[in-house]
């Protein structure tokens, strides 16, 4: 089970960190990404870390630079650390586990979803 959390409205250009802490089985070894989706749109990839976590992540073009996700294995938890937020990434963020232990930007490609966390930035 993965629940997010750290969703709430900041002023465009703020900052927010988002969690994902899972429980009920270990994801230490698991791909993890972060999606979202805004209102009337497909959820998109946003990010995906590497269960060693480090260098071993990947980025959608529209947050590279101003978001960073990292894991801390030992509390079993994924972040989403997001910087100079736009009022275009109001969305419902959602982190998201693959039992592989490649990376995929697809939403097929993972296997276990938290319930969501809302962001809300405005202008």
């Known amino acids: 089970q993965l629940q997010a959390s750290g969703g709430g409205l900041v002023q465009a250009g703020g900052s927010l960190r988002l969690s994902c802490a899972a429980s009920g089985r270990t994801f230490s070894s698991y791909a993890m990404g972060w999606f979202r989706q805004a209102p009337g749109k497909e959820r998109e990839f946003l990010a995906t870390?590497?269960?060693?976590?480090?260098?071993?992540?990947y980025y959608a073009d529209s947050v590279k630079g101003r978001f960073t996700i990292s894991r801390d294995n030992a509390k079993n938890t994924v972040y989403l650390q997001m910087n100079s937020l736009k009022p275009e990434d109001t969305a419902v963020y959602y982190c998201?586990?693959?039992?592989?232990?490649?990376?995929?930007?697809?939403?097929?490609?993972?296997?276990?979803w938290g319930q969501g966390t809302l962001v809300t930035v405005s202008s």
């Open positions: 870390i590497k269960w060693s976590g480090g260098a071993s992540t």
């Open positions: 998201a586990a693959r039992k592989e232990r490649g990376l995929t930007i697809l939403l097929g490609g993972y296997d276990y």
